[in-house]
């Protein structure tokens, strides 16, 4: 991918204004990790790769990255929030992408906590990792991998069991996707949602996750330890935590899960 070409559709104030674009490496949040580590990265820098040989996923599963076809990126965030509230850099994530994908007349929706999908196929996916001392966030790293132009016998060949349930944006518009400009794009939107945080804090990007999320009030299942809880879902707090009412009146606080279908 061509940094020039990516400049070119930048509109940003602080997302993206430090970018480096590489051919490959393992993951695109490592290189980001070890430049925060270091202390050379700032506050909205974005790292982006052709492809990742050590792509990875939540829960330790591997993040399918082939050169050529998709987008790496990952973004680095300092805000002064508790660890416990960073899940919402996660929501934002999602809120940006939801509304780029929104731009090429795509419908996505959000699946908890962190997949996007479009007619029920996952199409990008969010990485939220995060370092913290003393109670206080040093940095948040958000990955986002997003499935650009993957053609169908790709996806049947080489993702395993998790084909069925995986698209791309080449599949859904019949033709591929400039990356470059998906991905300045994608940083555009970024930069609008962390303007909004910065501006109205984490209960506005909440309230703005739940709007595209559209299960407030509605009844789920979740996987949670392999253990499915069905219920309507009460509220949302800033921790990105689910609050569930079960059928057996009691409400469940969910820390963490997968949304079952
Ligand atoms: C998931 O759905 O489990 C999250 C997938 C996140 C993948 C992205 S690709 C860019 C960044 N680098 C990684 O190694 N992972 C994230």
């Not at 991905?183 to 309230?207: M, P, W």
């Amino acid at each position: 991918m061509e940094i020039s070409e990516i400049k070119k559709y930048l509109a940003t104030k602080i997302v993206g204004e430090k970018i480096f674009v590489y051919d490959e490496v393992g993951s695109t949040n490592d290189i980001l990790r070890q430049l925060a580590g270091e202390g050379t990265a700032a506050d909205g820098m974005v790292v982006v790769s052709d492809s990742q040989t050590a792509g990875r996923g939540r829960l330790g599963r591997e993040w399918v990255s082939p050169a050529g076809r998709n987008l790496y990126l990952s973004a680095l965030f300092c805000p002064e929030i508790s660890p416990h509230e960073s899940p919402v850099f996660t929501f934002l994530a999602s809120c940006s992408l939801v509304e780029v994908l929104s731009g090429y007349g795509v419908d996505a929706t959000i699946k908890w906590p962190n997949d996007v999908l479009v007619g029920g196929r996952k199409i990008s996916g969010v990485l939220t990792e995060l370092c913290a001392s003393n109670d206080a966030v040093d940095y948040i790293v958000i990955g986002i991998g997003v499935n650009l132009n993957l053609p169908e016998e790709f996806i049947r060949s080489k993702m395993g069991d998790i084909y069925e349930k995986t698209t791309s944006l080449s599949i859904l518009l019949g033709e591929n996707v400039n990356r470059e400009k998906f991905c300045a794009k994608l940083i555009n939107s970024l930069d609008h949602f962390y303007g909004e945080f910065c501006r109205h804090g984490t209960q506005a990007i909440v309230d703005m996750w739940i709007k595209r999320w559209g299960f407030l009030g509605k009844r789920i299942s979740l996987d949670v330890s392999g253990k499915v809880i069905t219920g309507v879902v009460e509220r949302v707090d800033p921790t990105g935590f689910l609050y569930i009412r079960t059928d057996d009146g009691y409400l469940r606080r969910i820390v963490a899960g997968d949304t079952v279908f």
